[in-house]
């Protein structure tokens, strides 16, 4: 079998266990991935700031003995510090700014065997569902139809799993941005419970808590894979999650049966979502009964519209503090066009939240949290949409527009379009996106399975479960080295 052919039916586990054997190599396998590259980015401008030679020294110098030894791998362009490979944060702000240390992520992500060589695009700061920053010289596409955004903000990770190019990515996830990709792209997205994986040393918390690691990938497989490796608090953590029953790895085995599954065929607060995304909530629902979990059409009863609200106030604060910071670093003004327009706005709106207000919408989100925890006393799930509509056309969420409270809670806007994901942000809750539905053009469409805080490996097993009944491994997008 050709080295093409063995990348693409093998995920990131599957070829770490070929280079065990000695069947291929760690440099053929960055062969593979170079090259795939070279034929794909430029069509979906998904991978920077690539390091190709520190991935040849990385393994000619021996890679750790990981579960992942061998397999080639890309950070996203936000978070995860590492010496070895600078970033932009997605802003011209921050191009190509370097790190002094490793990041705790980073440095369980290496112990692994990982191969990494390279970046991923993001929107500036993380902001927003879609990624088009302005660094990049043009938004990333999604490999499944190019007039349509891959998500965001791990979008370019998203977009490079699924195009082929690596078998997973690094992302992140302060309100979706793991699983609004991984819906976008038809990829597996887990977000695990608040303080799961390690923040430090660069920062305590992101975005108030709200924000944390993760991963985008075509197997479930690789997500527990890479969890297990990377879970836990790092050195002075300031909270950390609850135990794991087990490790993730084991909960893939896990087949309960007779749950109490809710579902919901609207938004949070009642409103109605595109007839596709509706769809694939009720086909879910079926296949759940099928096997053998009992359905309730039913909601949370919280304040999702004072959650998103307080929730803006606080990404608006982490915006200007990431941009002050950057200023008062090297001790000249911002220049003009550094910062896109959606941050600009971020800023302004920021300087307009006293200290008070700040706490005052920490403690809606804490609170809200509380209303979500009362509802999982009677439900073992939450099934709804990932996303209230299909993959939104490039441009539709730009970062030009200045109003940043209107492109995030207008009509039409952020919100209306991502509804689910940041609900379980602000709870801290384990949440995850499957991809169980395409419409009829072909984009695809994630279910949104989300439980009670803590239980991520029971989470893990629902979509190892998921997974095994309707598989998705094979389904590939038009725009993908695999033929």
């Given at each position: 079998m050709s080295i093409s052919a063995l990348y693409d039916i093998e995920d990131a586990t599957g070829l770490a266990a070929h280079v065990a054997r000695g069947d291929v190599s760690p440099d053929e396998l960055l062969d593979e991935a170079l090259a795939r590259i070279a034929a794909l980015n430029p069509q979906i401008n998904a991978v920077t700031m690539m390091r190709e030679d520190t991935a040849r020294g990385f393994i000619a110098n021996g890679l750790p003995d990981g579960p992942l030894?061998?397999?080639?791998?890309?950070?996203?362009?936000?978070?995860?510090?590492?010496?070895?490979?600078?970033?932009?944060?997605?802003?011209?702000?921050?191009?190509?700014?370097r790190y002094a240390?490793?990041?705790?992520?980073?440095?369980?992500?290496?112990?692994?065997?990982?191969?990494?060589?390279?970046?991923?695009?993001?929107?500036?700061?993380?902001?927003?569902?879609?990624?088009?920053?302005?660094?990049?010289?043009?938004?990333?596409?999604?490999?499944?139809?190019?007039?349509?955004?891959?998500?965001?903000?791990?979008?370019g990770a998203a977009a490079s799993v699924a195009a082929g190019?690596?078998?997973?990515?690094?992302?992140?996830d302060g309100g979706g941005s793991v699983r609004i990709p991984a819906s976008s792209c038809g990829l597996?997205?887990?977000?695990?419970?608040?303080?799961?994986?390690?923040?430090?040393?660069?920062v305590g918390e992101g975005w108030a808590g709200m924000a944390i690691d993760g991963f985008l990938t075509r197997s479930v497989r690789d997500t527990a894979v890479l969890l297990d490796a990377t879970q836990g608090p790092d050195l002075g953590a300031p909270y950390v999650a609850p135990p794991l029953e087990g490790t993730f790895l084991e909960a893939l085995s896990r087949r309960d049966r007779g749950l109490k599954i809710a579902f919901a065929t609207t938004s949070l607060t009642g409103e109605a979502i595109h007839p596709e995304c509706r769809a694939a909530v009720e086909k879910t629902a079926r296949l759940l009964e099928s096997m053998g979990h009992n359905l309730e059409e039913a909601r949370p009863q919280a304040?999702?519209?004072?959650?998103?609200?307080?929730?803006?106030?606080?990404?608006?604060?982490?915006?200007?503090?990431s941009v002050d910071s950057a200023v008062r670093k090297r001790g000249e003004a911002l220049l003009s066009g550094e910062i896109e327009g959606i941050a600009r706005g971020a800023v302004a709106y920021a300087r307009t939240v006293n200290g008070s207000e700040y706490l005052e919408a920490i403690n809606k989100v804490h609170a809200y949290g509380r209303e979500m925890a009362a509802f999982f006393q009677n439900y073992d799930l939450l099934l709804t949409a990932t996303l209230a509509e299909p993959p939104a056309a490039i441009g539709r969420f730009n970062h030009q527009p200045e109003d940043y409270v209107e492109y995030r809670m207008g009509p039409g806007r952020v919100f209306a379009y991502s509804p689910?994901?940041?609900?379980?942000?602000?709870?801290?809750?384990?949440?995850?996106?499957?991809?169980?539905?395409?419409?009829?053009?072909?984009?695809?469409?994630?279910?949104?399975?989300?439980?009670?805080?803590?239980?991520?490996?029971?989470?893990?097993?629902?979509?190892?479960?998921?997974?095994?009944?309707?598989?998705?491994?094979?389904?590939?997008?038009p725009l993908s080295a695999r033929r």
């Amino acid at each position: 079998m050709s080295i093409s052919a063995l990348y693409d039916i093998e995920d990131a586990t599957g070829l770490a266990a070929h280079v065990a054997r000695g069947d291929v190599s760690p440099d053929e396998l960055l062969d593979e991935a170079l090259a795939r590259i070279a034929a794909l980015n430029p069509q979906i401008n998904a991978v920077t700031m690539m390091r190709e030679d520190t991935a040849r020294g990385f393994i000619a110098n021996g890679l750790p003995d990981g579960p992942l030894k061998g397999v080639p791998f890309l950070l996203k362009d936000l978070g995860a510090e590492a010496k070895d490979f600078p970033s932009n944060s997605g802003s011209r702000l921050f191009a190509n700014t370097r790190y002094a240390k490793d990041s705790a992520i980073y440095e369980r992500l290496k112990a692994t065997g990982l191969v990494t060589f390279g970046r991923t695009t993001s929107p500036e700061f993380g902001v927003g569902p879609v990624t088009e920053a302005s660094v990049y010289g043009g938004p990333t596409r999604n490999p499944w139809n190019l007039d349509h955004t891959p998500g965001g903000s791990s979008g370019g990770a998203a977009a490079s799993v699924a195009a082929g190019i690596v078998p997973a990515a690094h992302g992140s996830d302060g309100g979706g941005s793991v699983r609004i990709p991984a819906s976008s792209c038809g990829l597996f997205g887990f977000k695990a419970t608040r303080a799961r994986l390690p923040d430090g040393p660069y920062v305590g918390e992101g975005w108030a808590g709200m924000a944390i690691d993760g991963f985008l990938t075509r197997s479930v497989r690789d997500t527990a894979v890479l969890l297990d490796a990377t879970q836990g608090p790092d050195l002075g953590a300031p909270y950390v999650a609850p135990p794991l029953e087990g490790t993730f790895l084991e909960a893939l085995s896990r087949r309960d049966r007779g749950l109490k599954i809710a579902f919901a065929t609207t938004s949070l607060t009642g409103e109605a979502i595109h007839p596709e995304c509706r769809a694939a909530v009720e086909k879910t629902a079926r296949l759940l009964e099928s096997m053998g979990h009992n359905l309730e059409e039913a909601r949370p009863q919280a304040d999702t519209p004072g959650m998103m609200a307080a929730w803006t106030k606080i990404v608006a604060c982490g915006t200007a503090l990431s941009v002050d910071s950057a200023v008062r670093k090297r001790g000249e003004a911002l220049l003009s066009g550094e910062i896109e327009g959606i941050a600009r706005g971020a800023v302004a709106y920021a300087r307009t939240v006293n200290g008070s207000e700040y706490l005052e919408a920490i403690n809606k989100v804490h609170a809200y949290g509380r209303e979500m925890a009362a509802f999982f006393q009677n439900y073992d799930l939450l099934l709804t949409a990932t996303l209230a509509e299909p993959p939104a056309a490039i441009g539709r969420f730009n970062h030009q527009p200045e109003d940043y409270v209107e492109y995030r809670m207008g009509p039409g806007r952020v919100f209306a379009y991502s509804p689910f994901t940041a609900a379980f942000n602000a709870s801290g809750q384990p949440a995850a996106s499957v991809p169980l539905h395409w419409t009829d053009n072909g984009l695809p469409v994630g279910i949104h399975l989300a439980t009670a805080y803590g239980r991520d490996t029971f989470l893990m097993g629902i979509c190892a479960a998921l997974e095994e009944a309707a598989p998705w491994f094979d389904r590939r997008p038009p725009l993908s080295a695999r033929r």
